[in-house]
Each structure stands twice: as C-alpha cells, then as structure tokens.
C-alpha cells in the first residue's frame, strides 16, 4: 500500500509537469510572452507536489506504527496490562503482531486473536487512508498549480525559491544529526543519573553492570564508576598511538623526502589499502594472529601475559591508525613552502637537517592536530576493542593485563536484549555521553590547530 | 657611477673563480640550457639578464648543484671552481653548498628567530666551537649583511616579522655566515619595494670585497648598477659576455642590442 | 677584517665542514633507515594480515562432500509424510553399507555415524525426493555435505598426533573416515553455498547470502538518503550560503560530525530510531539511516572539495550570459563536479559497507537463518556477520570468517578500483 500511495505520488507529480508544461507552451503560442520558460511551469508543478506529499508520507509511516500499537493496546480487555512491566507489555504486542502475521504458535488467549484481528483492521485502514490522502493532496496541488500558469507568473524564481529551500534543509540534517545525539544521550544519561549519583559516576572505582550475584557486592544493583574503564581506554589508546606516531611520521618522512619515485607510486596506494580496512577486520586479526603471537612470545619470555591484553588490541589499533597519522603526517610536510627547503638546501643542509631543522617544526602544528585526531578516533574506536580486549574492568595501568574500554562497555551493555529502564542500558548511554565529551573536545582542538595551520601558509 | 667604473677597469687583472664548458640542461623533455661556456672573475659582480624563461635561473642553480634537488632534471658539461669539478662524483653537494652561498628571489627566512637564522648555517657546519664563538659569527654576518643595527635589540625575535628588505638582507647575512666563496643571487630584489632595493643593491656591491658574486636579474638598470661583468642569456643559449658598460654601451651581438633597448624580453 | 686573515679563513672553513661531513651523511643514513624501517614495518602487517586471511579463508571455499548409494526406504520415507519423512536415518543407514566394521543395530554406533554427515544432508536428499517422488523406493547416488569435524580433518586442521582426549575426533570416528577415503567417497568441490546460503549454526552449512543481502539493502537507504542530502547541503554550502555565523556554525558542525565515533551514531539510533519513533530491531532499513548520517559528512565534504576545484571563470561566462545563480550551478559547476562528487560517494559508501559497531548496536548481529526479503525485515549486514562468526566456538567458523572477510574486501575493492577509475578517467587539469 505504501508503494502505491509512493506510485500515485510520482504518476501525479509528472502529470502535474506535463499539464503546466503543457498550459505554458499554449500562453506562448498564443502569443503572450512568458516571464519564465515553460520548462520551469512545469517543474514548479512536480516540486510543489513532491516535496509537501513526501513529507506527509513519511510522517504519516513514522507515526503509523506507533499510533495502531497504542490503539491495540487500549482496546484490550480493561485488566490485562495490570501489573505488567514494558519488557511484558512488549512481548504481548509481540505476540499479537506475530499472529496477525498469520504465524500462531499454539492455541492463543482469545483476548490476543480479538487484538490480532483488530491490529489487521487497524492496518488496512490506515493504509487506505494513506492512499486516500495521497491521492486528494495530489489532486489539490495540481489544480492550485495550474491556476498558477500564467505569462506573468514567475516560475523560475518560484522554482529556485523551492529549491534553495530544500538544499538549507540539507544543510540544516547536519545540525539535526548532533542535537539527535545531545538530546538522546544527554536524556538517556539524565534517566540514568537519577538511578546513580554523578560523583559515583565520575569517581567511583569499580564498574560491575552486570546484576549482583552476591549480596556482598559494591552496589546491590551492580557499581558504576567509569574510572576503570576510562583508565582502560587510556592505556589502550595510549598503547595505539605509541605504535601509530612514530610509524606513521618515519613512513611519512621516508616517502615524502627519500623515497624513490617508484617506491612511492607502490607504496602510496598499499597504504590506502591498510586505511580502507574495515575495523572490524583488525579485530579478526587481533585475535586470530597478534594475541596469539603475543601471548607464546610472554610465555617464552617468562611472563604470564592475559588473553585478551591491552597491548594486542592497542598495537592492532595502532597498525590500523599508522595511514592516518602518515597521511596528515604528508600533507602537514607538503603544505611547508618549496622556499624553505632550498633556503636550508642552498646553505649546505643535508636532506635530513633540512627535514629535521625546517620542514619538520614548520609541520608540527598540522602534525599535532592528526595526531590529536588519531587519538580520537583511538578512544572511539569499538570493534578491534569489542573483539579483542577484555570484558571486565580492571583498575590498572599494566598493558599486558587485561582491561575494558568506553566503547567495548557500550557495545556489551547493548548488545541483546535493551528495555530502557533498567541501569545497565542507561549505564551505556552515560558511557556514550562521555565518550561524545572526551572525542568533541579532542576533535574541535584538533580541527582547529589543523585549519589555523593550513590558513598560516595560504 | 665613478667608483663604479674605476673598479670595473681592474676586472680582468682578478683570477677566474668559476669555469663552465659545454654546459647543457635538460628538465624533463625541455632542452633548458643550451652549450654554455663562461668564465666568472674572483671577487666580481656578474650579472645575468635576459628575457624571462631563457635560462639564467637555471644556470645559476648549477653552480650549487640545487638542480640535483629536482627529479626531473639532467645537468650534462663541466662546472669548476677553482679547477674543482664540481660534478665529479666524489664531490658532497653539501659540503659544494657550504663554499656556494645562496640568496633566492623571494625572501625566505625560516620560522625561527634571526638569531638562529644565522646560526642555521654555521651550527650545522660545526663552525663554531662555543657559544661566543657563534655570537661572534652571527654578529660578523648580520653586520656583512648591513642589518646588524636594526636588529641588534631583537636578536631572538622570529626572522619572518621583518619587512621584505630586512628579511632579504637577512637571509643575504644567512648566506654569509658560513664564509662562503661563492655567492649566488637569484634576482634578489624582484620581492622588495624600491627603497629596500637600493638597500640590497648597495650591499651586493660591498659583498664583491670579498665574494664572488652571481646575480640573476630581470632588470637591466640593476645590472648596469651593481655589476662589473654581465652575460646575456636568450632562449637557453649564453649570446654573449663581457664587461657590463661594454654590453650597454656596444653590444656586439644583434639579439643583444634589441634586448637593451626593450624589442624582446 | 684584514686580507690576511680572509685569505685564510675559506681554507679552515672548508676543513671544518669536511671534517663533520660523515657525521653528518651518518645521521642522514639512520633517518632513511628508521624511515623504511617504518614503512616495512607497516607493510608486513599488511601482509601478515592478508597471508593469514588467505591461509586460513581459503579452506572454506571448498565443500567436503560424501558420495553415497542411498536406498530410498518406502518404509521411512512415505509420499503422504514426506516433510517428516526419516532422511537422516536412511542416509546413516546407506553410510554404514560403506562401513563394515559397523554394526546396523548398534544405536550408538549408528549415531556415531550418522554424525558423520552434516545437518543439512537430509534437507539435500529431501529436497531430491520433493521434486521427483518417483525415487521413493530406488538406488540413488547422492553427494552430501560432511560434518564440521571431518570437514576440518579433511582440509588437516586436525592434528592426528593430538592424544585422543584433547581431538574432536576419536580414534574410531578417524578410523571410518581413512576407510570412506580408502573407497574413494569422500570428494571436495567448490563451496558456493558460502555465498547462496543463509546463517546456519552448522559451520559447513553456514552462508553469508542474508548477510549480502542486508548489506545491500542498508548501503541502497543509505545511498538513497545520503547521496542527495549531502550533494544538496554541500551545493548550498558551497555556491549559495551567505558567509555568516549560521554557516560557520554548520560548516564546524560537519567537520565534527565527521570525527565522531561510530558507536555513538549507534546510540543515536537505537535511541530515537528504535526508542522514540518505534522503528524495528535488527531491519537494514534502520542500519541504512544510521549509516546515512555517518556518510553525509564525508559526502559534503569531497563534494566541496569538487565544486572548489572547479575554475571560477566557468561560473562568470555563465553568470555573464545571463543565467541565473541556479541554472550556472546546476547547468555547469554541477556536471563538471561530478566526477569528484561520485568519486567521494563511493569512498564514503566504502566505508559505510565496513562499518559494524552502530549496526550491533540496533541489533544487526541476530542470529537469522533466512535472507531479508524487504529493508524491513531483520538481517545481518557482512561486518556484523563476521563479527558473529568471529565469535562462535566451533572451530569450522575460523575459516568461515577469514572467508567472510575475503568478501567483504572483495566488494570493498572493487568499489574503491571504481572509484579509482572514475577519478582518472574524468580527472581534468584546469
């Protein structure tokens, strides 16, 4: 039904085109001069008629779902939702929407086959409604634009009025997109603070979400304090940018300055290849070769390294982030002035005292911001982490123990099933709030020092 | 213009610092220099002219071997100084770029202060062997470099906030400190309003008490001011060499002559 | 300063720099060396990454299989019960023929043997007999998939030398496999269930068709959303936007979105798309939003790029024409720009095919053993599939998921060799 009112929509915009198109074409045969080609009578037609329709369209499709569940629920026996938590009342609806469906499991309450059969009824109408609506918009929008034909009118400006109006809403998604963020992740957290105190938050020293087990445990419903995970993502990401920046800038320098044309024209690309790596590949790799490889060499060392350490999920992160760091690396060393090179050239520099002593401090601020960026994307990134570091908080600094980060928190705490009433959900939501925090204020600085950098040798 | 002249006639008495034979450029597929041969003078201001693209850029960046720093180009011929082969496979271009001073056309102080500007040159040379040792360097070079009383109080405020002409003067002191023998000047003032000019003009003419001095330009009034020698390049080809009041004054090539007076260039 | 002591100062300058002259090449040296240093360093990961994914990938493109004479027993498999019908028990029963050491009545050792064969051997044969039940009764030859564990015998993940407790595999299991080798049984083909099969629990069974197919679905709602939004909002931003505080605002906000981490899309949506505006769990359709609002930044962000490279005297000739802002924009600045727009799409879409963390989190990575028909059923997407084969036990799931990976950059590849086709073919020097 939803392709049909979609089908109406767009057999009717086009008809719309035509018919204006059509009554522009006549006014000027007839000898009247028009103010704007008929071409743009024509296109007025179709965006006056797009634009508005979809929009009710998609509102009507958001709202649809939402709306027949509640009225399935309230037309219910009075008595049956008594006491029932959400997890509950959902698994009813669940069941009502599964049989409607046609897959019945068993001999179901007669209530839930009354309900199922309202929900059926409920959805036809409203996909008739749907079509219905469509099809008197359509109508209304065609006769109202084609009165509009006239030698006069001025469709073109009527026309790029619309449009530049569409392409400011574009703009505008951008600025939707983060107050989506703000909004959901600051409420989520707020729910989730009136269940823990921020100083037990921010402070406190144990995170254990999971449900308590033992009466003897921190807090009886589980503790929350995100010192230990941030500590843990610190010594990953710490781990992560050991590896990457000094990689990352020696190739960099290498192929910027030493690196014969044919090596470069090779080895450009292959690093590309390591950045077009999906993360959660890395992860893959952390744990089918580098935990490994580093767990056997500790054991022939003596050392007694955990399964899933920080340095195996830290240097695989730092593998993952050494394109990054050598591509900012590059284009920081490219943006520094020919002029420099050949006046410490010209005095008798070698290349490398010219990298060292002119190219490379000219580069730093841009070399900085990557950097900065690098550590970012460290503390934000999720999958290598999820797969190979740790589940359980672990107050320590010691990256061959294991330890849990921000977003491997997140990950678990969501993954399955997620009812938004209890702590460990909401729990995730702070992480994210946090870790939105931490990764803005990185990024802005970061940006900033790169823009302010590039603007200095424009 | 008297002392000028009077100088100019013991030209010849002075050794040649600088021989180039069959001297051939090639940058990329574009046959850039053409067959150059010359003798440059110890202690004389030689002057390159010639319309724009002809070559004298590129000559000029021979004699300190800066082609080398870009791919595509091919140097082929013979430059000595001072009967070394300067191409010879054993020279170290850096230790060339020591003895070879450079002064670019733009002005191009590194981000540092004018202190260690100067010091740049000497400290990686190991010139000096204390600290004194190097405030006496900079001092000597900043004052080679007529700059010395104007930034005598701001030794360690960064060099690019000078103006243009300072700037261009420092890096001249820059290129002097570390005592070359050489110095090459690659239309020095094409940057600076026409007061710094006259301030750079006037100590390019200082510098030929004990440089070698090499100066590329585009204005044929400033080779008539500070040099003693001039050679005219066109099209890659060095058309013709001498003393600079004869090439204003009697030019004996035809391509010469429509260029002084302004029909090609 | 005398001409006696300038005449000599040249000659000591000389020697100075000479002398520091190896030295100095010295430093230079160890630089160039920390520098490929570095470089192979990084490329040998690489390596290691892509030899491991091979070495252990390769082995789940191919299928072990058993060649087996089956009697089709009237007695368990009737026309009336067809879908009931006992498939496994009469394809233990034509194993056990190529068995002698096994004796028919022995339940235990009739189990044993029936779980040489995989799961879905029986669903082959039934599939057989639905659509021709005219072999009720006959002798057929069948080929039929084996078992994880023999599969991984087979392809010699399974150390013999191991002591019989610690193998997956027991002396007599080992032992009625070298005898079905011995009769020539066993056979190896090419495993294209991988790509046309669904998830199963069973390794040898397991595909990534639905994961494909959702991946397909998500990246098409993104392309869909994002591709015009981002061309519209870099358009306006670009040729149109007064330089005020409101486009600053906006222009800072990109660059951040653009920084920020995956996972936190992830918590958008399951927060509003899922929470507040009731969408489903788990459907491409949701995936494709969230990935939608990842990619839009690195969209406007090449398309700017795109539209800047293009010389601004195209828009005067046009403007001086006499066409309006809009028609020089859309009419020229756009087409020419569209190699670089496209090139930025693709690269962007890229990305979004490899990203897993959001999609976990609005629950992509269920266990669904039918590929999604519409964008709003549920499915898996490929990242999300290899995240949950990475983490079951059975040891088949290994190479499925080094397999899974091999795909997944297959497409990622291809789309990047697109894109870099695109960028030099249209490249134009202005």
């Known amino acids: 039904m939803t392709t049909l009112a979609f089908a109406i929509l767009l057999m009717a915009s086009l008809a719309g085109y035509a018919l204006n198109r059509r009554a522009a074409t006549g006014i000027r045969d007839g000898g009247a001069r028009l103010h704007s080609v008929s071409n743009y009578h024509g296109l007025y037609a179709l965006l006056l008629m797009l634009v508005p329709v979809i929009v009710v369209i998609l509102i009507w499709l958001v709202l649809q779902g939402p709306v027949v569940n509640a009225m399935v629920m309230s037309a219910l026996p009075a008595g049956t939702m008594d006491g029932l938590d959400t997890g509950q009342v959902d698994l009813i609806l669940a069941e009502i929407r599964s049989i409607s469906g046609g897959r019945i499991f068993g001999k179901p309450d007669p209530w839930k086959l009354a309900a199922a059969e309202h929900l059926a009824d409920l959805r036809q109408l409203a996909a008739l409604s749907l079509v219905l609506l469509t099809a008197l918009l359509c ?221 490379f401090p000219a580069a730093i601020p841009g070399i900085v911001g990557g950097a900065l960026l690098a550590v970012s994307r460290a503390i934000g990134e999720t999958m290598i982490v999820v797969m190979a570091a740790g589940l359980m908080a672990n107050l320590t600094l010691n990256p061959l123990e294991s330890v849990t980060t921000v977003t491997v928190q997140i990950v678990t705490l969501l993954i399955g099933d997620t009812s938004f009433d209890n702590p460990k959900t909401l729990a995730a939501f702070a992480l994210g709030m946090m870790l939105f925090l931490v990764t803005l204020v990185i990024n802005i600085f970061a940006l900033r020092i790169v823009r302010k950098y590039r603007e200095a040798y424009d | 213009m008297d002392d000028l002249r009077a100088i100019t006639r013991d030209v010849d008495i002075n050794a040649t610092k600088i021989s180039a034979r069959r001297v051939q450029v090639h940058y990329g597929d574009t046959h850039a220099i053409k067959n150059v041969d010359v003798d440059i003078k110890e202690r004389t201001v030689t002057a390159f002219i010639g319309p724009s693209g002809c070559g004298k850029s590129t000559f000029l960046r021979c004699i300190n071997r800066m082609n080398d720093t870009i791919d595509i180009c091919r140097v082929q011929g013979d430059i000595r100084i001072d009967s070394d082969d300067i191409y010879d496979r054993k020279v170290d271009p850096v230790q060339l770029r020591a003895r070879v001073g450079m002064v670019f056309q733009k002005p191009n102080p590194f981000p540092k202060s004018i202190y260690d500007n100067v010091a740049y040159g000497p400290k990686i040379h190991g010139l000096a062997r204390s600290k004194a040792d190097m405030d006496e360097i900079v001092e000597r070079s900043l004052r080679r470099g007529a700059i010395w009383d104007e930034v005598k109080d701001r030794l360690h405020a960064p060099g690019t906030g000078l103006s243009g002409g300072q700037q261009q003067r420092l890096c001249i002191a820059r290129a002097v400190a570390t005592d070359p023998e050489v110095l090459l000047m690659d239309e020095p003032c094409s940057a ?54 004869e090439i204003f004054t009697n030019p004996k090539d035809r391509r010469t002559e429509s260029y002084i007076s302004g029909r090609i260039g | 300063m005398t001409d006696i002591l300038s005449g000599s100062l040249p000659q000591t300058t000389m020697d100075k720099v000479r002398g520091s002259l190896a030295r100095r090449h010295r430093k230079q040296f160890i630089l160039q060396a920390l520098g490929i240093t570095a470089i192979s360093l990084a490329f040998l990961m690489l390596f290691i990454l892509f030899a491991s994914l091979i070495s252990t990938g390769h082995k789940a493109f191919t299928l072990t299989k058993i060649k087996l004479e089956v009697f089709i027993d009237p007695e368990e498999i009737s026309v009336e019960r067809l879908p009931r019908g ?345």
């Open chain 1, 139 to 359: 109508l209304a929008i065609m006769c109202f634009a084609r009165q509009k034909v006239t030698a006069e009118f001025r469709a073109r400006q009527a026309v790029e009025r619309i449009i530049s109006g569409l392409m400011i809403f574009c703009s505008v998604v951008a600025i939707f997109t983060t107050v989506g963020i703000v909004t959901s992740l600051a409420f989520e957290t707020y729910e989730f603070l009136r269940l823990v105190p921020l100083s037990e938050f921010l402070f406190g020293l144990n995170w254990e979400p999971q449900i308590p087990i033992r009466a003897d445990q921190i807090a009886a419903a589980g503790a929350f304090g995100w010192i230990p995970v941030i500590l843990g993502t610190i010594v990953i990401t710490l781990v992560a940018i050991v590896i990457a920046v000094p990689i990352g800038l020696l190739s960099a320098i290498y192929l910027f300055e030493f690196a014969p044309k044919r090596i470069r024209a090779v080895a450009k690309p292959l690093l590309e290849i390591l950045a077009g790596v999906p993360t959660v590949v890395y992860g893959f790799f952390a744990i089918l070769v580098v935990a490994p490889a580093i767990r056997s060499f500790g054991a022939s060392m003596g050392i007694s390294v955990a399964p899933n350490t920080a340095l195996a999920a830290g240097s695989v992160m730092g593998i993952m982030l050494v394109p990054f760091i050598s591509s900012f690396a590059d284009d920081a060393l490219s943006a520094v002035p020919r002029a420099m090179r050949d006046g410490a050239l010209a005095l008798g520099a070698t290349r490398a005292e010219m990298v060292l002593n002119v190219l």
């Open chain 3, 86 to 430: 006992n498939f496994d028990d009469v394809l233990a029963t034509a194993l056990a023929a190529d068995l002698p050491s096994v004796d028919p009545n022995d339940r235990a050792a009739m189990r044993a043997v029936g779980a040489i064969l995989s799961n879905g051997a029986q669903f082959d044969l039934r599939d057989r007999v639905v659509a021709d039940s005219a072999l009720i009764g006959q002798t057929i030859n069948i080929s039929v998939p084996v078992s994880d564990p023999y599969d991984q015998l087979y392809k010699n993940l399974i150390d013999r030398t191991m002591p019989e407790s610690l193998r997956r595999l027991d002396d007599t299991q080992i032992g009625y496999y070298d005898k079905l080798i011995e009769i020539g049984a066993i056979t190896s083909s090419l495993n294209t269930g991988l790509l046309t099969n669904a998830d199963s629990r069973f390794p040898e069974l397991a595909g990534l068709r639905g994961a494909i197919i959702g991946s397909f679905w998500a990246l098409l709602i993104c392309f869909l959303i994002s591709f015009p939004v981002g061309i519209g909002a870099a358009i306006y931003l670009e040729e149109f936007a007064p330089k005020n505080k409101l486009s600053d605002f906006i222009e800072v906000n990109i660059n951040n979105l653009a920084a920020v981490p995956s996972v936190v899309f992830g918590l958008l949506a399951l927060a509003v798309f899922i929470g507040w505006f009731g969408m489903p769990r788990s459907a491409p359709f949701v995936g494709g939003m969230t990935l939608a609002l990842m990619t839009m930044p690195t969209i406007i962000i090449a398309t700017r790029a795109a539209l800047k490279a293009v010389p601004p005297s195209i828009r005067e000739a046009a403007l001086g024409l006499g066409a309006s802002k809009q028609q020089v924009v859309f009419g020229h600045v756009v087409p020419l720009a569209m190699p670089g727009i496209l090139t930025g799409t693709i690269i962007g879409l890229a990305q979004a095919l490899g990203e897993t963390a959001p999609l976990l989190l609005i629950g992509m990575n269920a266990f669904i053993t039918s590929a999604p028909a519409t964008p709003f059923d549920s499915a898996t997407a490929l990242p999300t599939q290899i995240f949950i084969w990475a983490d079951s036990p059975e040891r088949g799931f290994v190479s499925r998921t080094s397999a899974a990976i091999l795909v997944l950059l297959t497409f990622l590849i291809m789309m990047n060799a697109i894109a870099i086709y695109l960028r030099s073919k249209f490249e134009r020097k202005w």
């Open chain 2, 192 to 245: 600076l309003d026409p007061i710094a000019t006259a301030q750079v003009e006037e100590l390019i003419d200082t510098l030929r008490e004990k440089y070698t001095v090499v100066i590329v330009t585009h204005s044929m009034q400033q080779a008539a001011r500070v040099s003693q020698k001039t050679a005219f390049f066109h099209l890659g080809s060095l058309v013709e060499y001498s003393d600079t009041d």
